[in-house]
């Protein structure tokens, strides 16, 4: 059974960068059959997609953040990264990190609370 | 702005039936892009409730059922239980985003 878990700070000042990392276990980063993603919840809101990356290192990112966001894939590590620019209190949200089917839908991880404060 | 929108919430009495739309477009649902559904307890990660449609994940209860037509999809959930008491978000993808992800804007169940 795969395992995934977010690590991070959990408090990023304003207009840095937050950066957190996925830790999977029992798959590799490195399988075909799957590619990795990160979404973030704001508190009482809805899911937000925010990219993907394949085991190639092919990535696509949600449009409205593409400027500010890189996601990373370390094979040696079996862990994938999100980078998040320039950030605000507008991305104060819990962060998941996902293992994506073939067929597009996720498996979870427990998911990161990420606040941004001064 | 959600690409595909759901009601805010759904309620019923205990054993009976509801339903959950997700309303998409052309350029999601209904350009062929599969609809996956979760289930999310607050405080916890979604969880996978039906997949590519209308596949039920081992584990999940046969009363959750899914359907898709056109650019919609719809859940079902029979026999309502009180720990359905949850919200619901479906999931597909957006030509228009570049194929990125998507999610419902997400129902609340309430189990009268």
């Known amino acids: 059974q795969v395992q995934l878990q977010e690590s991070g700070p959990g408090l990023v000042k304003p207009s840095q960068t937050l950066s957190l990392t996925c830790t999977v276990s029992g798959d590799s980063v490195s399988s075909t059959s799957y590619y990795w993603s990160w979404i973030r919840q704001p508190a009482g809101k809805g899911l937000e997609w925010i990219g993907r990356?394949?085991?190639?290192?092919?990535?696509n990112y949600n449009p409205s953040l593409k400027s500010r966001v890189t996601i990373s894939i370390d094979t040696s590590k079996n862990q994938f990264s999100l980078k998040m620019m320039s950030v605000t209190a507008a991305d104060t949200a819990v962060y998941y990190c996902?293992?994506?089917?073939?067929?597009?839908?996720?498996?979870w991880g427990q998911g990161t609370l990420v606040t941004v404060s001064s | 702005q959600s690409a595909l929108t759901q009601p805010p919430s759904v309620s019923g009495a205990a054993g009976q039936r509801v339903t959950i739309s997700c309303t998409g477009s052309s350029s999601n649902i209904g350009a062929g892009y599969d609809v996956h559904w979760y289930q999310q307890v607050p405080g916890t990660a979604p969880k996978l409730l039906i997949y590519?449609?209308?596949n039920r994940p081992s584990g999940v209860p046969d009363r959750f059922s899914g359907s898709k037509s056109g650019t919609s999809a719809s859940l079902a959930i029979t026999g309502l239980q009180a720990e359905d008491e949850a919200d619901y978000y479906c999931q597909s993808y957006d030509s228009s985003l570049s194929g990125s992800g998507v999610f419902g804007t997400g129902t609340k169940v309430t189990v009268l």
């Open positions: 996902a293992r994506v089917h073939s067929s597009g839908y996720f498996h």
């Open positions: 590519g449609n209308n």
């Open positions: 990356i394949f085991p190639s290192g092919s990535t």
